[in-house]
């Protein structure tokens, strides 16, 4: 397959394929940033994890009826996605207090929030990613207000969906962060990936930190635990 490389992000490379103008390929680098970018490093065999955890999650969001640009894997760390444009908005979306809800808003980390909180982030690297309002999101241009509470339903769907999926692989899905694009047709569909660099995972019983944060606040065992999620979700 002829590939050029389109896009370059921190944890992934977008490349396209030629005779091929609605698909793209994802490919998902060991690399790993935290802190925007302040703290880098490579985590072992995470491309290759990332990359299965988010075709087991994508295959089981897109069977229940959630609209994703997932296509098929077609490597260890490679997939055939449709081609998007990514809506230059992170949503993340919340069910127990940690990260950086703690330090805005004072939440005690661990408290198990009274609803679920969806939050958008501007997609800027150079401005920080600032938590931004869906008045901002439309003044900019973004998306629309409609848009927006299409994209906030599905959010709401998608938590529904995880917390199940997860609570029978005994892990709290504290909270996540999506990305969603608009395919060449105009639809809304959820796009990039959901694995531990993007997630808060805990085990249920001993509240173990099995993602990213192992990595961001050098708590050990990073790899074993995108290993771990993996063997949890695998059956
Ligand atoms: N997140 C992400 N990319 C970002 C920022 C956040 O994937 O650029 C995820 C993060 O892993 C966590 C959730 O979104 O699962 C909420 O992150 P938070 O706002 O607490 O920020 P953080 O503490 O990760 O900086």
Redesign the pocket.
């Known amino acids: 397959m002829e590939k050029t490389l389109l896009y370059e992000g921190k944890a992934k490379r977008i490349y396209s394929v030629a005779g091929k103008n609605d698909e793209v390929i994802q490919e998902f680098k060991d690399d790993a940033t935290a802190f925007n970018g302040l703290k880098k490093d490579t985590i072992h065999n995470k491309g290759i994890r990332n990359t299965e955890i988010t075709t087991i999650l994508m295959n089981y969001l897109g069977e229940n009826g959630i609209p994703t640009h997932f296509i098929e894997k077609i490597s260890d760390n490679e997939m055939i996605v449709k081609k998007v444009d990514i809506i230059k908005v992170?949503v993340?979306c919340?069910n127990v207090a940690?990260?950086?809800?703690i330090k805005k808003f004072g939440f005690k980390e661990g408290t198990a929030l009274q609803n679920p909180i969806v939050e958008y982030?501007l997609k800027s690297d150079t401005l920080g990613?600032p938590l931004f309002t869906v008045d901002h999101i439309t003044a900019l241009g973004l998306a629309s207000a409609k848009d927006m509470e299409y994209i906030k339903s599905l959010t709401l769907i998608i938590n529904e969906l995880l917390v199940t999926f997860f609570r029978k692989r005994n892990i709290r899905v504290?909270?996540?962060?999506l990305e969603f694009g608009r395919d060449k047709d105009n639809n809304i569909i959820l796009a990039d990936e959901i694995s531990p660099?993007?997630?808060?995972f805990w085990d249920v019983e001993t509240n173990e930190k099995l993602?990213?944060d192992r990595f961001r606040f050098d708590l050990g065992k990073v790899e074993e635990a995108y290993e771990e999620i993996l063997n949890r979700i695998k059956n």
């Not at 660099?197 to 808060?200: L, P, S, V």
């Open positions: 992170e993340v919340r940690a990260g950086s809800l982030y990613d504290v909270d996540f962060k660099d993007t997630c808060r993602d990213k």
